[in-house]
């Protein structure tokens, strides 16, 4: 939930990667987001360590929509990570962030030929969702003169314990191809001689506990790789089981260790190979939230806190628009004083934004000690899905981002400034 260099100094004063919450708010400012490196590293490592003995034809791409800019690219690259990216504005960060094209996978269940065109261009795997894509890659790639790289994304039919919101593997999803057309759709695919089919995918939702969903989905997919050898005759070289390992968010939360899941899926699928004699594929994995949302906080100053009959509220100078996640999933958080962890926690606290909205919270009975105008909050496990759903809502601008690594800061994303806002009005 922490990253793994939170340290509290006998003033109560959280440091993380070696530098003080003080320093980083007084010098950067505050809402402030932090990507702890040592917490980001020691996650990739989480994937890409079991994966070299357990199966080492594998590649584990980054999903970026978690937490996207460019100077996380490098980083992540260095590990071993490639990227995955639903958008040209993904693409075209991660290349310019430094990613290898060839380690990259493009998703997205309505791609335009524009992104289709970027994507075949610079050789980069296209996760094909629907019928119509298909058309359109078609056409792409003969206009570009270039074979595309395609993966076919299947609906796996699995229910996935997780809010309703990010369920992506059931029967209703808008996501991928039903069981009764993917036969169609890769005989389609491997007759076009533009195509490069080279297999099937499938994700299952988000943020999972259960062990039990990875390992049938290995099941489920070996199942198609063999429906598509008897009834097409083609061999899947590649197969993307997706993301989704869940994180601790609170101490209520009991998230899998990545290597467990890792140990089970890969065991399900070896053994379905063998019973169904087909040859081991690639295996990709693409891990967002697991990989960066406990490497990164949130630091915000403390304004007005104002006590009601019902609430004693504490007042942010961020909220809603910097962490949509508690206002459309209700997501729950860790919280402390940033300034003043050794006090024991005595209060409960709704933890309200500066948006012009009554959800606009964070948190609602946070247990803080006695909070005052001026206190730090830090907000723990912010690294995934916060700064990538942020809004300018209220043109509010978007805080700045920062990695912290062995006492030294790196700057990943500058504070927006309200000429930024204006750059685009006319
Ligand atoms: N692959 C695909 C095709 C996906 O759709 C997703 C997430 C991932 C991989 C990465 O899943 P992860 O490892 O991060 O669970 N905004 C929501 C999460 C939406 C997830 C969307 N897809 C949230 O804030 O919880």
């Known amino acids: 939930m922490k ?11 959280i440091s993380i990667g070696g530098i003080s919450t003080k320093t980083l708010a007084e010098t950067y400012g505050t809402p402030l987001y932090v990507i702890d490196y040592a917490t980001l590293e020691a996650n990739a490592n989480a994937y890409l360590k079991p994966l070299q003995t357990l199966y080492p034809n594998s ?18 690259a260095a590990l071993g990570m490639g990227f995955d990216v639903v958008s040209a504005g993904e693409i075209i960060t991660a290349i310019k962030g430094g990613a290898d094209t060839n380690k990259m996978v493009f998703h997205g269940n309505n791609k335009s030929k524009e992104e289709l065109e970027l994507a075949i261009t610079h050789n980069i795997r296209i996760i094909i969702d629907n019928e119509t894509e298909i058309k359109l890659l078609s056409a792409a790639s003969t206009k570009l003169n270039k074979k595309a790289r395609v993966l076919v994304r ?3 039919e699995i229910e996935a314990h997780t809010h309703e919101y ?21 005989r389609t695919l491997n007759n076009d001689s533009n195509i490069d089919f080279l297999g099937i995918h499938s994700h299952i939702g988000s943020q999972i506990f259960d062990i039990e969903p990875f390992v049938d989905l290995a099941k489920i997919m070996v199942g198609h790789m063999k429906r598509i050898k008897d009834e097409l005759g083609i061999e899947i070289k590649e197969l993307n089981l997706g993301g989704g390992i869940g994180i601790q968010y609170t101490t209520a939360d009991n998230a899998p260790k990545i290597a467990l899941v890792l140990e089970a899926m890969i065991k399900s699928l070896k053994e379905s190979l063998t019973e169904h004699h087909l040859n081991e594929p690639l ?24 006590t009601t009959p019902g609430l004693n509220y504490v007042f942010i100078d961020g909220g809603m628009a910097d ?49 005052n105008e001026g ?3 830090i907000v723990y496990g912010t690294g995934a899905y916060n700064y990538a759903m942020a809004s300018n809502y209220n043109r509010f601008c978007k805080p700045a981002m920062i990695m912290v690594k062995d006492g030294a800061v790196i700057e990943l994303l500058k504070r927006e400034t309200i000429e930024d806002l204006l750059k685009n009005d006319v």
């Open 3 to 13: 990253p793994i260099t939170t340290k509290v100094s006998p003033t109560g004063e």
């Open 59 to 76: 590649l584990v791409t980054y999903a970026s929509k978690a937490c996207l800019v460019k100077g996380l690219i490098a980083p992540l």
């Open 154 to 156: 299947i609906k796996p």
């Open 166 to 186: 990010i369920k992506t593997g059931h029967i209703d999803s808008k996501f991928g191809i039903d069981k009764n057309h993917i036969l169609e759709a890769i």
């Open 283 to 306: 295996l990709m994995v693409e891990p967002g939230r697991s990989t960066i949302a406990t490497a990164g906080v949130t630091l915000y100053e403390i304004g007005t806190v104002k």
């Open 323 to 371: 962490n949509p996640r508690f206002i459309m999933y209700k997501s729950l958080y860790t919280f402390e004083l940033a300034n003043r962890a050794n006090e024991p926690a005595t209060k409960p606290y709704t933890i309200a934004g500066k948006f012009c909205e009554s959800g606009d919270k964070i948190g609602e009975n946070v247990m803080l000690p006695d909070t």
């Open 375 to 377: 206190d730090h909050l």
